[in-house]
């Protein structure tokens, strides 16, 4: 199982890292992460959402600075005061998200952002080293010259790690390479992730997916709430083994109320929806009166679910109905009038009007309904504002004010007030409908969401985080690689879902 | 802004050589600091400028602003709803001019209505494509200026379009001593204003500009928003474009001159934001004002067209950079 990476320089430690602790105005995201990695090892990093995985990768290349701790390379402590700083110190970051450019060649790319590059370019040396490291990683079929623009996705990802190999790293980091990869692109990813560590450089590697942490890596620290819980050999672990790990205490139903009857008569009802490249196959019904929750992590499909309902996936198909109307759900337009309200999981770019007051936010999306033949009545707008801000729980001095100026939860409940107490929405559907918003914030939110639900609309959630599932969820489905994996009524814990989040369907 | 006021300053007084080029310190200095500098500097220029405190020159300030004025403040919608500008403005307006030249014959009613019908159908067709399909909206302009003036060539011959009537005249008329078009510009100025603040188009108008994006996802008729902001810009060039046509009696095809970049300079004078969700008719109309005053302080001074154009163009880089240093500093 474990990956042909442990050559020759294996057990002389490249990175250590020392008591590591981060805080964001006063809460800490990071309390004490202590690991070492070797030369020539590939290291898996885990924990559930919020445990301090990303904090800890970006301290590691130079994004935040360390409150406390310290980061050791090759035996020397190293301040990494930026990305630049980092890079020169021999740390290569793969992101998240793809950083390369589609309108230049591969060998632009990965000249792109080092350091290193001459003023002049030398550019039949530049060419030759891409061959070489394009080779090394098996990747003969890409040509330097060739626009990435060309290439599939997941040939990009490997672009994306040539060009962090370019840099002369000592330590590569990679976090979620493969969450938006088929498995035949992720083996290519992990057959180039062995390959960089088999030359005696160390990887971190950072994923949800725990089956592919236990294929790939020789050993796996567990972050839980900020601090190390350990680091094991991957050999000695199986997949329900590190999931207890993740979570300590496995999270149960925090809320297991009784539910009135499911209302049949106004349901939304999918069949066959698919949406290319994202999302395989997913059906559903969802009376109203029931919280629906999709579980999946980034890739899953859970939020394409979300979004192609709500008009944002033009390539979608299938058949929706809503109280017994079909949904044209390939226009976001056409979608909102018959009775889809949509929540995006980024209220920055894809949800409110930053610039814009409190008041202008709440009654954005209602304001043919606030007047007559298309004029807005300011006597009908003031009521409507103050009526959703008292249902939304917002300060009514603060209205005036732009959105902007408002805390992250405050935020959110103006995002998510804006759908509600509208007799025209059915279906409220929310994407990660408390990211990044406090623990108090959290809570009123969901009281607005079961309030919603109680009051007769059709409720569906896509989340990542168990705990969230598991409060909100009547109905729990979870999913993975634009499947689904399992459904759960009442009878969920936070290990299966974990599991089946993280495993996906051949596991379950 | 004072860097920028000094050189207005400078420009204005032309005591000594034009603007020294000095590049803002990037100090973000407060919106209220550049009023405060540039209205007495405007009260200082007026009274002691010959003649500039007339009503004859108070009449001649305004009837100048009429015409570009009645399409900038049509121009403001477009760029509150975030599709910039239109780069096809001056040949939209030349190609009305004709049509209601053309059809003089018809009576005055009739060609007014064609030459609104024109104007609107040119305007809507290009936010259509913006609005529903996502067109960048300078390349979409570039592209529709050159078609459009390009049948207006072709629809002429190349020679001036004369009227077989002349009902037009009474557009050159003046009520109460002002020209039609000043009144014209004022209604057009209530109405947009009336639109954007209190129709539910006109609020949409802002969000779409704020944030497409999320407007979108919010299900929220972009592409609809759009074409209104458009129709309305199309209707306001029409006007100018009808005026135009019987102030100069005759249509060639350079009608619509310096048209285009004149009513975006006060739209921007005016504060509006290029990138949208931001802006007023009120504003705009202000804008106009200013160009107008300004213009006409240096014509009474004795500047040639060449300072006048450069004083302009200082202006609107002015504000500009004032603006986007205001909402720099209100983001943080």
């Given amino acids: 199982m474990n990956a042909p990476s442990t050559g020759q320089t294996r057990g002389r430690v490249q990175v250590r890292v020392e008591g590591l602790a981060r805080a964001f105005n006063g809460i800490p995201a990071v309390r004490e992460a202590s690991f070492t990695v070797g ?63 589609p309108a230049l060649t591969v060998l632009e790319n990965m000249l792109l952002g080092d350091i290193d590059v001459p003023f002049v370019n030398h550019r039949r040396r530049a060419t030759a080293r891409a061959r070489q490291i394009l080779d090394g990683m098996g990747l003969e079929r890409i040509s330097p010259d060739q626009p990435l623009s060309a290439l599939s996705i997941g040939e990009r990802q490997l672009v994306e790690i040539a060009k962090a190999l370019s840099q002369n790293a000592r330590l590569v980091i990679l976090d979620e390479p493969t969450a938006t990869l088929s498995d ?84 939304l009802r999918i069949a066959e929806l698919r949406v290319p490249g994202r999302l ?73 009007f930053l610039g814009r007051s409190v008041a202008w936010n709440l009654v954005a999306t209602r304001l043919p309904s606030l007047g ?4 807005v009545r300011p006597r009908r707008e003031q009521d409507a504002v ?123 | 802004m004072t860097t920028a006021d000094r050189t207005r300053e400078a420009a204005a007084n032309a005591s000594g050589p034009q603007p020294s080029a ?19 500097l405007f009260v200082v220029l007026a009274v002691t400028t010959d003649r500039f405190l007339s009503l004859d020159n108070a009449r001649a300030i305004l009837a100048s602003a009429a015409f570009v004025g009645i399409t900038a403040v049509g121009a403001t919608l477009v760029m509150v709803a975030g599709s910039a500008v239109s780069l096809a403005t001056s040949q939209t307006a030349t190609v009305v001019a ?18 609104l019908a024109c104007g609107i159908a040119l305007c809507a067709v290009q936010g259509a494509v913006i609005g529903f399909w996502g067109a960048n909206p300078i390349v979409l302009t570039i592209a529709a200026g050159f078609a459009i003036g390009g049948a207006a060539t072709w629809f002429s011959g190349g020679t001036p379009v004369y009227p077989d009537a002349r009902g037009f005249e009474t557009l050159n008329s003046t009520w109460l001593g002002l020209p039609i078009a000043v009144y014209v510009l004022l209604l057009v100025t209530v109405v947009a204003q009336w639109t954007l603040r209190r129709t539910t188009a006109g609020r949409q108008m802002y969000l779409v500009g704020e944030n497409r994006a999320a407007a979108r996802a919010a299900g929220l008729p972009v592409g609809r928003v759009t074409v209104v902001a458009w129709a309305f810009f199309g209707a306001c060039t029409a006007l100018t474009g009808v005026f135009l046509a019987s102030f100069n009696t005759s249509a060639t095809v350079t009608l619509g001159g310096t048209l285009t970049l004149d009513a975006i300079a006060a739209v921007l004078v005016g504060g509006t ?55 720099a500093g209100s983001r943080r």
């Fill in chain 1, 372 to 375: 007559r033949g298309g004029v």
């Fill in chain 1, 386 to 508: 103050r009526s959703l801000a008292e249902l939304a729980g917002l300060p009514q001095p603060r209205l005036g004010e732009p959105v902007a100026a408002l805390s992250g939860g405050n935020q959110q409940k103006a995002f998510v007030g804006r759908c509600l107490g509208r007799p025209d929405v059915f279906a409220l559907l929310l994407d990660e409908p408390t990211r990044g918003v406090d623990v108090g914030g959290r809570a009123a939110i969901h009281r607005l969401l079961r309030e919603a639900a109680d009051a007769g609309l059709v409720v569906m959630i896509a989340s990542t985080e168990l705990e969230e599932l598991l409060e909100l969820g009547d109905v729990i489905i979870t999913m993975r690689d634009g499947r689904v994996v399992g459904r759960y009524e009442g009878d969920a814990n936070g290990s299966r879902l974990m599991r089946d989040m993280t495993h996906g369907v051949e596991g379950a």
């Fill in chain 1, 39 to 101: 030369a020539g090892e590939i290291h898996g990093l885990c924990g559930h959402n919020g445990a301090g995985k990303s904090t800890v990768v970006k301290m590691l290349s130079g994004q935040l600075p360390p409150d406390r701790g310290r980061i050791v390379l090759d035996g020397e402590a190293v301040e990494l005061g930026s990305r630049q700083a980092a890079q020169r110190k021999g740390v290569a970051l793969v992101d998240q998200e793809l950083s390369v450019v």
């Fill in chain 1, 280 to 352: 395989a196959d997913f059906s559903l019904t969802a009376p109203a009166g029931r919280i629906h929750a999709l579980a999946g992590q980034l890739g899953s499909g859970a939020s394409d679910v979300l979004r192609a309902l709500a008009g944002l996936h033009p390539t979608a198909t299938g058949t929706v109905v809503l109280n017994d109307r079909a949904v044209p759900f390939r226009d976001p337009v056409r979608a909102a009038r018959s009775g889809v309200g949509f929540v995006s999981n980024d209220r920055k770019s894809e949800g409110l």
């Fill in chain 2, 98 to 115: 004709m049509a209601f030249l053309a059809t003089q014959q018809l009576g005055l009613a009739t060609a007014l209505l064609i030459a």
């Fill in chain 2, 273 to 327: 934001a290029i990138a949208g969700g931001r802006g007023s008719a009120l504003q705009t109309l202000g804008g106009a004002v200013v160009i107008s005053v300004l213009s006409d302080v240096l014509l009474l001074r004795g500047f040639s067209t060449g300072t006048q154009t450069l004083v302009k163009g200082v202006l609107v880089l002015a504000v500009v950079v004032a603006v986007h240093l205001r909402s």
């Fill in chain 2, 22 to 40: 000095s590049p803002a310190r990037g100090r973000p200095t407060p919106f209220a600091i550049a009023l405060a500098v540039l209205v007495p």
């Fill in chain 1, 184 to 267: 035949v692109e992720s083996a290519h990813v992990f057959a180039a992730i062995r390959r960089i560590a088999a030359t005696g450089r160390a990887v971190i590697f950072v994923s949800h997916r725990l089956s592919e942490v236990l294929e790939l890596c020789d050993s796996v620290t567990v972050l839980r709430d900020g601090r190390t819980v350990g680091t094991t050999p991957t050999k000695d672990l199986s997949v329900d083994e590190l999931i207890v790990r993740m979570l300590g205490e496995a999270p149960g139903r925090l809320a297991a109320a009784e539910r009135p009857d499911a209302d049949l008569g106004h349901a």
